[in-house]
């Protein structure tokens, strides 16, 4: 009963109502659209953001300058793609000439976590995460879950990092939420929740796949049956083929792509016909080389945000990959599609006796050090964990050992860890820099 209210209060009384209120009856109709309306409207908002931009925020206002772009010269895409990208280098190196110096609204600072290898740190206006809210209220809705439908989250709560206050406890009762930490995927805990999800059913998951996997393998092994949500969320890392069919034979539901980022909130949505919707605020170009890329043909991501104006991402290159769809959907969505998602994958890690580590034990430990430019942590084998850091500035040796200190309760004492620092980080055969790799996996004997 507690979190039917909260999903009524949430959309009618609570923080951000009239705005989600606002955005959901706008998102409901504009999904409809036919593409070519859509696409107009995206113009226009594109012309209004580069021209605030130019305006009221010093970063762009000067590379706009020196690359000799005014505003008024944005009257197609064409002309929008011919500005100058931004890059995460830009975001760590600038952050504060990315701040908008007439933006009033309410506004929150977070951080990335870091899974790139590069922690940065942004601002988002409150009113973004408002419309995000509504975004994925309708985008649920598609299969069926309202606000405040029971939902099981095998993902890090932001509050998890200092430990469960009675609060957050308390308010995820109301909202519906039952939360297992990608932290702790030891038996014992994922043996008391999964009690737990027989009894309370939830409606949906949301997930990280790397820890769902675990879990919905060790639910396999063990021949635990009957946790039946209506659907699967995905979120934070790219979901292969094969894990979708392992939740298809654990839980009998149908996995969903939900594509976001800290700094860029939702971004694209899988809708009930397969298609990974981009959302009608968000503008994402893909390249290859520079150029843009045809339908089909995979090159980098590059995103704007059409609703941020605290701290615009415009032309903003987030380091994922991706291939845009020609063809409409079948569903009669006018929003485009992205064809294939080959974002970052994310390896587990595992402690000497071949437990699960998952990557958000890292990312607490190294999202809050801000000397840290760069960082890669590799595992060749279950005995060793060798963390590379490239620095902003100098540091001490006992910075290194503190780090090491942090990240061995996650590991296990056996463990041997070593913390070094590296001019640059080495990049694969393929060109990319692996920030997380690991050679070994849950229950292997190497």
Not at 97 to 102: K, R, V, Y
Not at 198 to 218: D, E, G, H, N, Q
Not at 257 to 280: K, M, Q, T, V
Not at 311 to 326: C, K, T, W
Request: proline residues 5%; glycine residues 8%.
């Amino acid at each position: 009963m507690y979190s039917r209210l909260y999903g009524f209060a949430r959309r009618r009384i609570g923080p951000g109502h009239r705005v989600i209120q606002r955005s959901l009856l706008e998102l409901e109709r504009s999904q409809w659209l036919p593409p070519a309306e859509l696409a107009e409207r995206q113009l226009g908002k594109i012309r209004d953001l580069v021209g605030y931009a130019c305006e009221n925020v010093p970063f762009y206002r000067e590379l706009y300058r020196r690359a000799g772009v005014h505003p008024r010269d944005i009257r197609t895409f064409d002309d929008f793609r011919s500005l100058p990208l931004l890059t995460r280098d830009d975001v760590k190196d600038h952050r504060k000439d990315l701040i908008s110096t007439a933006y009033r609204g309410e506004v929150v600072e977070g951080s990335t976590s870091g899974s790139t290898g590069q922690p940065m740190r942004y601002l988002a206006e409150k009113a973004t995460s408002y419309w995000s809210y509504a975004a994925e209220t309708r985008c649920r809705a598609w299969y069926g879950v309202r606000p405040g439908d029971r939902m099981a989250r095998f993902l890090l709560a932001l509050s998890q990092g200092s430990g469960r206050s009675w609060k957050s406890r308390f308010s995820d009762r109301v909202r519906g939420y039952r939360w297992l930490d990608p932290r702790n995927l030891d038996e014992s805990s994922m043996g008391a929740f999964a009690d737990v999800l027989l009894k309370w059913r939830p409606r949906m998951f949301r997930v990280y796949p790397s820890a769902l996997t675990i879990f919905a393998k060790y639910l396999q092994e063990r021949g635990i049956a009957g946790i039946r949500p209506v659907f699967i969320e995905s979120t934070g890392e790219k979901v292969t083929l094969s894990q979708r069919r392992l939740f298809e034979e654990v839980f009998g539901a149908p996995t969903v792509d939900h594509y976001s980022s800290l700094e860029i909130y939702s971004i694209a949505y899988e809708c009930p016909r397969g298609s990974l919707h981009i959302f009608e605020d968000r503008y994402l170009e893909v390249l290859t080389d520079g150029r843009a890329a045809g339908p089909g043909v995979t090159g980098d991501l590059v995103l704007t945000a059409l609703n941020q104006y605290a701290m615009p991402f415009i032309r903003y290159q987030n380091g994922d990959v991706g291939a845009l769809e020609s063809a409409e959907c079948p569903c009669g969505r006018g929003m485009p599609v992205l064809r294939e998602m080959g974002g970052r994958k994310s390896d587990v890690f595992v402690t000497a006796d071949g437990q699960p580590v998952h990557w958000t034990g890292v990312y607490l430990v190294m999202m809050p050090k801000h000397e840290i430019y760069q960082y890669q942590i590799y595992q060749p084998d279950r005995g060793r964990v060798e963390v590379s850091l490239v620095c902003k500035q100098d540091i001490e040796i006992s910075y290194l050992e503190r780090i090491r200190r942090e990240l061995q309760p996650l590991f296990g004492e056996a463990m041997h860890i070593t913390v070094k620092r590296v001019d640059d980080l080495p990049a694969s055969a393929s060109g990319k820099r692996l920030f997380l790799r690991a050679d070994v996996n849950p229950g292997s004997s190497l």
